[in-house]
C-alpha cells in the first residue's frame, strides 16, 4: 500500500537524550567495526584454502617424485585428474554463491567488476586444468599431474588478492570518521570571566566547562550548551535519521551533529574522550595488523605459485622440444600461459581490474550511491541547472495542487525552498516565485546524513517537515519529493508534476516555445542509462505525438491523475522505464511489485528474491539486479559446462578417440565457457 505524505505543523522533534544521541553514533562505529572483522575473518578462511592446496601441491609432487604414481594403467592419471578437478570446481561453485551475495553489502560497494574478473581468473584456471588433464598419459604424467594440483592450490588465494585492499580502505575511511569527529578545534579556555587566547586542541583534549568555537561545517565533537551565536544544526535521531533545528544561547549541542549554517560557541558539559574513542581506534589497529600478516601470507603463496608454475611450463616445453614435438610444446605452453592470464594481476596491470569494477557504477542498483542527495534531487533540479539556458525564456505560469488534503501554502514553500536552494540565480529567483514570502524558504537547509545503509534528505521549511530515509523507518515511512518527467501538456507550455510517492499532488507550469529542453532531458537520461517513459492525460493535446517524437513509452492515465487510476495503470502496465517522482521504497513496492528487505538486514538473496535499491532510477537499478543474478549463474554455469567438457574430452583421449593435440585444442576452446560471464559483463556495461 502507497504510504500517505503528511505535512505536520511546525512542531520540531524533541532531541533525544545525550545519552541516545551518544549511543547512535558509536552503535554506527561498532556496527562498521564488526563488519570489517567479519570481511577479516573471511580472508583469513580463504588463506586457509590456499595453505590447504598448497600442502596438497606439496604432497602429490612428493608422490610423484618417488614415481609412485608412475603407472602403465592410464586410468590412475585420469581418476586422479577428474576427482581434484570436481573438487576444485564444487569449492568454486559454493564460493562464488557466497561473493555475489556478500556483494551486495555497503562494505563492499563498487566490487562486483573485481569479482567478476577473478571469476574469469577461476575459469581459466579450471581450463587449463582439464588442458593437462587430458593430455595426462604415460611418461608425462610428473609435469600433468603436479600441474593440474597446483593449479587447484592456486583457486584460493589468488581469488582474495584483492579483498584486503578494499578492507583497508574502508577501514582507513572509518579511521578518518572518527579523526575527523576528534578532530582541531578552537578552544577559548575555562568560562571563568577572563578573555584567555584562543588555542587549538584535540577533543580529546576538551574537558566539562570548556568554551570552543564552532564555524559552519564543523561536527560537534561533544555534548554542550550553546553560550554564543546561532546557526541551523543537522541533529541524528536515533537510528540515523537527521533533521534540522535552530540553535542560539541556551540550547543543547549533542555529540556528532553537525553546524549546517552559522556558528556557534558551547561550553562543554560531556566531553568526547579519548577514553571512548580509544577501544575503536585498538579494534582498527588490530584489524590492520592481522590483515598486514595475512596478506604477508597470501603473497608468498601467490609468488611461490607463480614460480612454480613457469617452472612446470619451461620444463614441459623443453621436455617436448627435446622429443621434437615443437607443435605439441607450443600447445603445452599456450595452456600453462592461459592458466597464468589471472596472475598478471599481481604486476602493475590490477589497475584493469579496478577500472572494471568502476565501470559499473552507472548501475546505480549495484552500489549504495543511488542513495546520495544529488541524485534524489536530481530529477527536479537536472532541467533547469544543468542547462541553464533554458531559463531565458522561461516564465512560471502558475502552480496547482491536484489533491486538496494538501495545504496549497506549504507544498508551495516546499517546492520553493528546493528551488531556491539550486546554484544559479535563475533557478533561485523561480523560488522565490513560487513562495513570494522570503520567511517560507528561508530557514531551509538540505542536510546530508550518512545512515548505516545509504545517504538520505531531510528538509524542514517554515512550518512543514519533509524527512527522508529514517534508516529505522526507511521502508514504511519514506516519502521523497520529487518531480516526475518534464512534460509537454499544453501548446507552449511545460509541466512539472510533483509527485509524493505514487501520488501526483501539484505541478508546476511554465512557458516554453520548443521542445528543445524536453529533447535535452530525455538524452541526458538516456546518457545515464536510464530509460525513461512518459505519463499520457488523455485531456493532454498533443503530447501523445511528442511522446513518439522523442522515442518515450507512453503510459496512459486517466484525466486527474488520482492515486487510484495512477496506481492501477502502473500495476496493469508495468512499465520498464522510469518515472522520475516514484521514489520511495514502499511506492516502488506497490508500483512496480519490487520484493523489497530492510536494508539494514544485509541479507541479499540473488536466487530468491530482486532486491532493488531506492534511486532516482528504478529502472536502472532494476536491470542491475536481473543483470547480477544472471552473472551469477552464468558464472556457475560457465564453470560447470567447463568442467563437464574437459570430461568428455578426457574420455575421448582415454578410449583412443582423439589425439592429446586435439583434446588440447578442445580446452582451449572450452575456456570461452567459463569466460562467458565476463563477456556477458563486457556486454551489459557497454565498455
Known amino acids: 500500500m502507497a504510504v500517505p505524505f503528511r505535512l505536520e505543523a511546525s512542531t520540531p522533534a524533541s532531541p533525544a537524550s545525550p545519552a541516545i544521541q551518544r549511543h547512535s553514533f558509536y552503535a554506527q562505529l561498532d556496527r562498521q567495526v564488526a563488519l570489517l572483522s567479519r570481511e577479516q575473518q573471511q580472508l583469513r578462511n580463504q588463506l586457509a584454502f590456499g595453505a590447504a592446496g598448497a600442502a596438497l601441491l606439496a604432497l602429490v609432487w612428493g608422490l610423484n617424485a618417488s614415481g609412485y604414481f608412475i603407472s602403465n594403467d592410464p586410468k590412475v592419471p585420469f581418476v586422479v585428474g577428474v576427482v581434484l578437478s570436481a573438487i576444485a570446481a564444487a569449492l568454486v561453485f559454493f564460493n562464488l554463491g557466497g561473493i555475489f551475495r556478500l556483494g551486495w553489502n555497503d562494505l563492499k560497494a563498487g566490487m562486483l567488476g573485481l569479482e567478476l574478473s577473478e571469476s574469469l581468473a577461476i575459469g581459466l584456471f579450471l581450463a587449463a586444468t582439464i588442458c593437462n588433464l587430458a593430455a595426462a598419459r604415460d611418461g608425462e604424467l610428473q609435469q600433468s599431474i603436479a600441474a593440474v594440483v597446483m593449479l587447484c592450490a592456486l583457486f584460493y588465494p589468488l581469488e582474495r588478492a584483492f579483498s584486503f585492499r578494499l578492507w583497508q580502505k574502508l577501514s582507513g575511511a572509518l579511521g578518518f570518521r572518527i579523526e575527523q569527529l576528534a578532530g582541531k578545534f578552537e578552544l577559548l579556555g575555562i568560562e571563568t570571566g577572563k578573555n584567555l587566547p584562543p588555542k587549538t586542541a584535540g577533543a580529546e583534549a576538551l574537558r566539562e566547562g570548556d568554551l570552543i568555537k564552532l564555524p559552519i561545517g564543523s561536527l560537534v565533537p561533544c555534548d554542550g550548551i550553546v553560550v554564543r551565536g546561532s546557526a541551523l544544526v543537522a541533529e541524528r535521531k536515533y537510528g540515523g535519521a537527521s533533521y534540522l533545528s535552530l540553535k542560539n544561547r541556551g540550547s543543547e549541542l549533542f555529540a556528532g551533529s553537525k553546524i549546517s549554517r552559522g556558528e556557534l560557541m558551547i561550553k562543554v558539559t ?107 534531487i536530481a530529477a527536479l533540479k537536472s532541467f533547469f541547472i544543468d542547462s541553464p539556458q533554458h531559463l531565458s525564456s522561461q516564465k512560471l505560469l502558475g502552480f496547482e495542487v491536484l489533491d486538496d488534503r494538501f495545504d496549497q501554502t506549504r507544498l508551495r514553500a516546499l517546492l520553493g525552498a528546493l528551488f531556491a536552494a539550486a546554484d544559479t540565480e535563475a533557478f533561485r529567483a523561480m523560488g522565490r516565485e513560487l513562495a513570494p514570502s522570503e520567511k517560507d524558504y528561508e530557514v531551509f537547509e538540505i542536510s546530508e546524513y550518512n545512515a548505516y545503509a545509504g545517504r538520505g534528505i531531510a528538509a524542514t521549511v517554515s512550518g512543514a517537515e519533509l524527512s527522508v530515509g529514517d534508516e529505522d523507518f526507511m521502508l514504511e515511512r519514506g516519502v521523497y519529493l520529487q518531480t516526475s518527467e518534464v512534460q509537454k501538456e499544453l501548446p507552449g507550455e511545460y509541466v512539472i508534476f510533483v509527485a509524493l510517492g505514487l501520488e501526483i499532488v501539484g505541478r508546476v507550469r511554465f512557458a516554453r516555445s520548443d521542445f528543445s529542453g524536453l529533447t535535452d532531458l530525455v538524452s541526458r537520461l538516456r546518457r545515464l542509462r536510464i530509460k525513461p517513459f512518459a505519463i499520457s492525460a488523455k485531456n493532454v493535446v498533443n503530447f501523445d505525438a511528442i511522446g513518439k517524437q522523442l522515442g518515450l513509452e507512453l503510459v496512459d492515465v486517466v484525466a486527474g491523475l488520482s492515486l487510484s487510476t495512477y496506481k492501477e495503470k502502473l500495476e496493469a502496465q508495468k512499465p520498464a522505464g522510469l518515472l522520475l517522482g516514484v521514489a520511495s521504497p514502499a511506492e ?100
Not at 538473496?605 to 551469477?632: F, K, Q
Not at 552464468?634 to 568442467?643: H, M, S, V
Not at 572450452?670 to 565476463?678: C, E, N, R
Open 270 to 376: 560531556v566531553p568526547l574522550s579519548e577514553s571512548e574513542i580509544a577501544p575503536f581506534r585498538q579494534r582498527l589497529d588490530s584489524l590492520v595488523a592481522e590483515a598486514t600478516s595475512d596478506t604477508g601470507k597470501s603473497e608468498l603463496i601467490q609468488k611461490s605459485a607463480v614460480l612454480m608454475l613457469w617452472f612446470i611450463a619451461a620444463c614441459i616445453f623443453v621436455s617436448k622440444l627435446q622429443s621434437g614435438a615443437s607443435a605439441a610444446a607450443a600447445l603445452y605452453t599456450a595452456g600453462a600461459l592461459l592458466a597464468a592470464v589471472p596472475l598478471l594481476r599481481l604486476l602493475d596491470l590490477r589497475a584493469v581490474s579496478a577500472a572494471l569494477a568502476h565501470s559499473l557504477l552507472f548501475l546505480e542498483g549495484l552500489c549504495y550511491r543511488a542513495l546520495e542527495i544529488p541524485e534524489k
Open 588 to 687: 516502488l513496492k506497490a508500483a512496480a511489485s519490487v520484493s523489497w528487505q530492510r536494508f539494514d538486514e544485509l541479507k541479499y538473496d540473488l536466487d530468491s528474491a530482486d532486491v532493488t535499491i531506492c534511486s532516482a532510477s528504478p529502472a536502472a537499478s532494476a536491470r542491475g539486479i536481473s543483470m547480477a543474478r544472471r552473472l551469477g549463474w552464468l558464472n556457475r554455469g560457465g564453470l560447470f559446462a567447463t568442467a563437464a567438457l574437459g570430461v568428455a574430452v578426457c574420455a575421448l583421449v582415454w578410449g583412443g578417440l582423439i589425439g592429446a593435440e586435439v583434446a588440447l585444442l578442445l580446452g582451449l576452446l572450452g575456456s570461452l565457457t567459463a569466460a562467458l560471464p565476463a563477456l556477458y559483463f563486457l556486454k551489459e556495461a557497454r565498455l
